[in-house]
């Protein structure tokens, strides 16, 4: 049997009695399709809505085309992914899955994508250096945090008045972790 050729596809050995060709003709894919649960978890649980609400978002809405809650769901999820760097965001802001994740599957404006890139993306992390700002963590990287101040295990205490976390008395950044939160509180008044 021949093999079938065109322009549009690329023909290949016969194997088992079947034609194998292949074409760039597969639309839209993406190699991260399990980011859909980290979608249902967060519509489960309103994580990323409720921590949108603790920004304050001084831009114009009128010019605004990335949301806060859409920029910190596209960001949290390229961390839950592996795409730590903010650079990857260049490509990622058009990753089809990433943006119905995100909430959003089409930009307003014809410049812009669906999702930000990494210099919107860094506008948005520049209000970490406001929490860690002259602390041993002020350029740490998202892995760094994650795994130093955020990672802390703790022990739950529940009474009718409070809620108590006791963090192990043995955790090594206790100071950046108590500057973070001193700056953090701070800023917020």
Not at 2 to 30: I, K, M
Not at 32 to 42: I, P, T, V
Not at 52 to 70: I, K, N, Q, S, Y
């Amino acid at each position: 049997m021949p093999t079938e050729c065109s322009r549009d596809l690329f023909g290949y050995e016969v194997v088992a009695g079947r034609q194998v060709v292949a074409g760039f003709d597969g639309g839209e894919v993406t190699s991260d399709a399990g980011a859909l649960l980290l979608g249902a978890a967060n519509r489960a649980i309103g994580l990323v809505r409720r921590l949108a609400g603790c920004f304050t978002d001084g831009r114009a809405p009128e010019l605004v085309e990335h949301t806060v809650e859409t920029m910190l769901m596209q960001r949290i999820c390229g961390v839950a992914l592996g795409y730590e760097d903010l650079v990857d965001h260049d490509e990622l802001r058009h990753d089809p899955v990433l943006a119905a994740v995100a909430g959003k599957l089409a930009a307003r404006r014809k410049d812009c994508a669906p999702l930000a890139g990494k210099s919107t993306l860094n506008r948005l992390e520049a209000l970490r250096r406001i929490g860690l700002r002259h602390t041993q963590f002020a350029r740490a990287t998202c892995g760094t945090i994650r795994l130093k101040l955020l990672k802390i295990g703790a022990q739950v205490r529940k009474s009718v008045r409070r809620i108590k976390v006791a963090m192990a008395s043995a955790c090594p950044y206790q100071t950046g972790y108590h500057l973070a939160y001193l700056y953090l509180k701070r800023a917020a008044f």
